[in-house]
């Protein structure tokens, strides 16, 4: 079964894609953003430390993330394969995911980048946000996390090009196109 890892900016369709595809092969789709909601729901002691940097406004940090990971990877319904969506976002988590599968004995992961451009992601993030009420999520906003994406996440397209995990896949078509390509690509 596959264990994937969707790479590509906001707005590109990672979440939809991660879901849709995770259903068909009834694996789970595993989302860190999720994953921290549901952990702080739960009132794990994971979810306990993160709820205190959420209420002081401030990013959980990274070991923090990694545990929440580690943690999830390890739960029988991932033992056949997962979809992580969200992370890793940059080389130090990259690093950290790829040790730990070693040690989880989950190998064979494949990467995929959904290439999308930036003015088709801006367009999609700001409809988004007007179709959810989404008032702090401006161009201005939008384009930060562009930023932020580029500088962070873009290295890790090259790591996994490096080491021949990484397929990339064109998601500025419709999403059954986009679909159609990815199971093509992640079987090949």
């Not at 580029?150 to 064109?170: A, C, G, K, M, W």
Request: glycine content about 6%; charged content about 25%.
């Amino acid at each position: 079964m596959p264990r994937l890892i969707f790479l590509g900016p906001p707005g590109a369709g990672k979440g939809t894609q991660a879901k849709h595809l995770a259903n068909s092969w009834q694996i789970p789709h595993i989302s860190t953003g999720d994953i921290l909601r549901q952990a702080m729901r739960d009132r794990t002691p994971l979810g306990i430390q993160a709820q205190g940097y959420a209420d002081r406004g401030e990013l959980v940090p990274d070991q923090l993330v990694n545990d929440l990971v580690a943690e999830r990877l390890q739960q029988s319904d991932a033992q056949a394969g997962w979809i992580l969506d969200g992370f890793p976002r940059k080389l130090s988590q990259a690093v950290f995911l790829d040790e730990l599968l070693q040690k989880l004995n989950q190998g064979s992961t494949r990467v995929v980048n959904l290439e999308v451009p930036e003015a088709i992601v801006v367009d999609r993030l700001l409809k988004r946000a007007e179709k959810e009420g989404r008032a702090d999520d401006t161009e201005e906003v939008i384009r930060r996390r562009l930023e932020v994406y580029h500088q962070e996440t873009s290295p890790l397209i090259d790591f996994y090009r490096n080491r021949q995990q990484l397929v990339s896949v064109d998601g500025d078509r419709s999403m059954e196109e986009v679909t159609a390509h990815l199971q093509t690509a992640v079987h090949s």
